[in-house]
């Protein structure tokens, strides 16, 4: 699909997802869920070593964007990647950011 071919609703709602994962940690949050990954706020929380109320307010942006989806198990909410293909944008901007190969 070309960038023409794209409503001005799906515009509209990819440069939300991208604002949305335009954050440090929220990048970070992308790429511990790469490969179908599912994890807790508390496993997020303690990989990123912040608060976890901190954790929570990132994922809870990202998941009202349409970037994360969730799923309650017991006491448990795990969190993963709503679509596979937003792992490439880690992978991508990983590729673009690294400096050491220009």
Same mark, same amino acid.
């Given at each position: 699909m070309e960038l023409k071919e794209l $409503? $001005?609703?799906q515009l509209d709602a990819s440069a939300n997802m991208l604002k949305a994962i335009a954050h440090p940690m929220r990048i970070a949050i992308l $790429?511990?869920?790469?490969?179908?990954q599912s994890l807790t706020v508390t496993e997020i929380h303690e990989k990123l070593g912040i608060e976890q109320s901190t954790t929570s307010h990132h994922l809870g942006i990202l998941k009202d964007k349409g970037v994360l989806t969730s799923k309650r198990s017991g006491k448990n909410t795990f969190y993963s990647l709503k679509y596979t293909s937003l792992s490439h944008i880690v992978e991508c901007v990983s590729k673009c950011t690294d400096y050491s190969k220009k």
């Open positions: $409503s $001005s609703a $790429s511990f869920l790469e490969g179908g």
